[in-house]
C-alpha cells in the first residue's frame, strides 16, 4: 500500500530566510511524487514533480525539491521564504508501478512572518 | 486561474434538499475527480471519472451521485445529506488517470449541511 506523510502541521520561517517543508512517502514500485500549494478559499495549485531523472526538481515560485530514495523522502524547499508564500502545502505520491489513485498528505501549514 | 472552474462556489443546504455541484475544464483532459476536503483531515478521494467512465468509487455514500456527460463537465448531485457532509468540495482534471499526470483543481464549492 502506498502513503505520504507530511510530519509537520505547521512550519514557521521569517521572511527573507530558507524553508523546508518534510515530506516523506512509501510505495512499492518507483515513486510519482508532486507538491501542491492551497491559498484560502481557493483550490490545489500544482508546484512540481519528480518522475525520474535528476533528483532536484525545479518548480513554479521558485520552489524546489530534492528526491531521496534512501530516505524516501522529497523535501519542498525555498532558498528565500516571502511573506506571499504562506499556505497550506500538499504532498502527494503515487505507485507508478501499479498505476494507483494519488495520495496526498494531511499538508503543512507554512506561516512566513516579516 | 487553472483552467478548471466550479459552480456554485458556496452553497448551503438542508438535509432534505436536493442539489447539484458542476465543475468544468477548458484544458482538454480525459480525467476528471471530485474530492472532498474537510478541516484536519487529508484530502479525499470520492470519484474517478477516465474518459467519461467511471473508474472509481472510493466507498463513497449514494447521497453522493456524479454525473459526467462528457469529457469537459462533471456533476456530483447531493440529497438527504448529513451536516458532517459539510466540507470544502475539489473538482479536479488531469491528461489521463493514470501516469505521471499532474491534476488541475478547481477553487472548490463550500458545502455547509443544516
Known amino acids: 500500500a502506498q502513503s505520504v506523510a507530511q510530519p509537520e502541521d505547521q512550519v514557521n520561517v521569517a521572511e527573507g530566510n530558507p524553508l523546508t517543508v518534510k515530506c516523506t512517502y512509501s510505495v512499492s514500485g518507483n515513486p510519482y511524487l508532486f507538491w501542491y500549494v492551497q491559498y484560502p478559499n481557493r483550490g490545489l495549485q500544482f508546484l512540481l514533480k519528480?518522475?525520474?531523472?535528476?533528483?532536484l526538481v525545479k518548480g513554479s515560485y521558485g520552489f524546489e525539491a530534492e528526491f531521496n530514495k534512501s530516505q524516501t523522502s522529497f523535501h519542498l524547499k525555498k532558498p528565500s521564504a516571502l511573506v506571499s508564500d504562506s499556505a497550506l502545502y500538499f504532498c502527494?505520491?503515487?505507485?507508478?508501478?501499479?498505476?494507483?489513485?494519488?495520495?496526498f498528505g494531511k499538508g503543512t501549514k507554512l506561516s512566513v512572518k516579516p | 486561474e487553472t483552467g478548471v472552474t466550479q459552480t456554485p462556489r458556496h452553497l448551503v443546504m438542508g438535509m432534505t434538499n436536493k442539489k447539484s455541484l458542476k465543475c468544468e475544464q477548458h484544458l482538454g483532459h480525459n480525467a476528471m475527480y471530485w474530492y472532498k476536503q474537510s478541516a484536519k483531515k487529508p484530502l479525499e478521494l470520492m470519484f474517478v471519472y477516465n474518459f467519461k467512465e467511471q473508474t472509481e468509487n472510493n466507498s463513497v455514500p449514494s447521497r453522493f451521485s456524479p454525473e459526467c456527460p462528457n469529457s469537459s463537465h462533471l456533476f456530483l448531485h447531493l440529497h438527504t445529506l448529513q451536516p458532517e457532509d459539510s466540507a470544502l468540495y475539489l473538482c479536479?482534471?488531469?491528461?489521463?488517470?493514470?501516469?505521471?499526470?499532474?491534476?488541475?483543481f478547481g477553487p472548490g464549492t463550500r458545502l455547509t449541511v443544516t
Open positions: 519528480y518522475i525520474t531523472g535528476d533528483n
Open positions: 502527494a505520491v503515487r505507485d507508478g508501478g501499479s498505476q494507483g489513485n494519488l495520495i
Open positions: 479536479a482534471s488531469s491528461q489521463d488517470s493514470g501516469g505521471a499526470d499532474e491534476q488541475y
